[in-house]
């Protein structure tokens, strides 16, 4: 019988912004799924970061 071997893993969400995104993968965080029209489904106005409009959630993991 083999060895079980814990994965930890961490895992952040946030807009697909441009200054926001290149920080996360300087991190080591690399791009695992998009939830599409998050910020526009659930905020009654538009949010804006550095000029873009956040309308996908991107969520990026790292192994630890």
Do not use: W
């Given at each position: ?7 930890i893993r ?18 080591g965080f ?12 659930h ?7 550095c000029g873009?409009?956040?309308?996908d ?8």
């Open positions: 019988v083999g060895k079980r071997q814990m994965c961490d895992r952040v969400g946030t807009g697909d912004s441009p200054s926001t995104i290149p920080f996360y993968e300087s991190c690399c791009r695992h799924h998009l939830v599409k029209n998050f910020f526009t489904d905020y009654d106005r538009p949010i804006y970061e873009a409009k956040l309308v959630m991107v969520y990026l993991q790292r192994e630890l």
